[in-house]
């Protein structure tokens, strides 16, 4: 039986990932034909809603769609549109290729050179056997973004971002556009050299534990774990390569409408869900290792059910609260003097 349930899911997924050898095919088979009838149902509703014209309002109604996931075949418009990405690739005509015809800074071509073969080796579309190998396309996005925001260049993890929007995209200067959105705008200061925004939000995360998980707080402070050893890749990748990539996807789809506060539900639902879990953990292994499991099975896969559980299991998060946090945190880091490199 389980032979016949892996011939008929492919051992690569629809993103071009193979499929981990200890993968179970039986139980995703069994959440996906359930998933399917809700996908269908979904994009009957989003055809309505764009009724073929490309453009949509912000609105109440929108944000709901969104949040109860967008149909692949819109992903790439709808985040184009709700993330401002596509008006700035209208204001801007040609602007990429020109980044790409001018001069370029050797040392970060040659630090996005020494990424590229270690960006998604278990993807087949990025193999280099594959045609089209999307790795040419992926540095191009890369190169340029370095040349258009000076600051930030090139950091490790840009990599994977980039190469998640040319899956969804299929499309050069688009995922140039949204990698801009993300960069400069929607994550705060996630890539500069210093890291800053980064080191703030895993603060903010933690202090955000205390107040509505407060006995896993405990736990990392009895074993003094910092929450960068645990959260930090959550951040940087947005998940990508620690959630599955349907659960990501959908996560995404909310970010970009409404901005990196989602990051803060689903680490605060992950953790949340499994708190008696986390407070089995005795040392510091044990904890890292807890929050590693907490990010397989059966919780994250069912994407659906887990994106309902983001907005419920938090309780209220507004980016008020978050953006109040993210002052008291980040004036602390100044004053620790916290601005070399992590």
Request: net charge positive; aromatic share 12%.
């Amino acid at each position: 039986r389980g032979l016949w349930k892996e011939a008929r899911l492919p051992r690569v997924d629809p993103y071009g990932f193979e499929r981990p050898k200890d993968f179970d095919y039986v139980s995703y088979e069994e959440f996906f034909s359930r998933y399917l009838v809700i996908l269908t149902r979904r994009a009957i509703k989003w055809s309505k809603l764009l009724k073929g014209n490309n453009r949509i309002q912000k609105s109440l109604k929108v944000k709901r769609y969104i949040r109860k996931g967008i149909p692949n075949e819109h992903r790439a418009l709808i985040w184009m549109i709700v993330s401002g990405a596509q008006a700035n690739m209208e204001q801007n005509p040609g602007y990429y290729n020109k980044l790409l015809e001018g001069e370029k800074s050797d040392t970060l071509v040659e630090a996005i050179k020494t990424d590229m073969n270690r960006t998604f080796p278990d993807n087949v579309q990025f193999r280099k056997t594959a045609n089209p190998c999307l790795q040419q396309t992926l540095y191009n996005v890369l190169v340029a973004y370095g040349h258009h925001n000076k600051t930030v260049g090139y950091c490790q993890g840009m990599n994977f971002i980039a190469g998640y929007l040319i899956l969804i995209t299929k499309n050069e200067e688009e995922s140039f556009w949204l990698l801009d959105a993300l960069i400069g705008r929607i994550l705060p200061d996630y890539y500069s050299p210093a890291m800053m925004g980064l080191k703030t939000d895993q603060e903010v995360l933690g202090e955000l534990v205390r107040k509505k998980v407060p006995a896993v707080a405990d736990l990392m402070d009895r074993h003094g774990v910092m929450w960068t050893l645990i959260v930090s890749r959550w951040f940087i990748c947005l998940f990508i390569d620690i959630l599955p990539v349907e659960t990501v996807l959908r996560i995404w789809d909310c970010i970009f409408y409404e901005g990196s506060k989602i990051i803060f539900r689903v680490a605060l639902a992950l953790i949340k869900q499994h708190q008696a879990f986390i407070l089995e953990a005795t040392n510091l292994p044990d904890i890292c290792d807890k929050f590693k499991q907490i990010t397989r099975g059966t919780f994250v896969t069912e994407c659906h059910t887990f994106m309902q559980k983001i907005f419920t299991e938090p309780g209220s998060l507004s980016m008020a609260t978050v953006n109040k946090l993210r002052e008291t945190c980040r004036a602390k880091l100044v004053a620790q003097g916290s601005t070399n490199n992590i």
